[in-house]
């Protein structure tokens, strides 16, 4: 069982940045995949960013590449979520999630363990 905890939301001007922090209870850097996903409000939840948990591979949602980076410190069973030039539509409470996976995939779906979600909000 992986238990994750997302922190690093808040409110922020568009075309700011912002850094999310997921950290897990659990030893993930041998086993999972990590990733971000989002759900603004009245809509569904979507992928963003995930990451591999060996080589460093990385896929992202079209509407974040060039923006937004993922990366994760397997020391720290942490993984961030580096966010810049901000938009209003990037606006949604964002989720951590964990699979397990082979060392070089990195899954936009089929995640198996959640976080609470760290609410984002960028203001016009």
């Known amino acids: 069982q992986v238990q994750l905890v997302e922190s690093g939301g808040g409110l922020v001007q568009a075309g700011g940045s912002l850094r999310l922090s997921c950290t897990a209870s659990?030893?993930?850097?041998?086993?999972?995949?990590m990733a971000w996903f989002r759900r603004a409000p009245g809509k569904e939840r979507e992928f963003v960013a995930a990451?591999?948990?060996?080589?460093?591979?990385?896929n992202y949602a079209d509407s974040v590449s060039g923006r937004f980076t993922i990366s994760r410190d397997n020391a720290k069973n942490t993984v961030y979520l580096q966010m810049n030039t901000l938009k209003p539509d990037d606006t949604a409470v964002y989720y951590c999630?964990?699979?397990?996976?082979?060392?070089?995939?990195?899954?936009?779906?089929?995640?198996?363990?959640w976080g609470q979600g760290t609410q984002v909000t960028v203001s016009s």
């Open positions: 999630a964990a699979r397990y996976s082979p060392p070089y995939i990195a899954y936009v779906d089929g995640y198996d363990y």
């Open positions: 659990a030893r993930t850097a041998g086993s999972y995949a």
């Open positions: 990451i591999s948990w060996r080589g460093g591979s990385t």
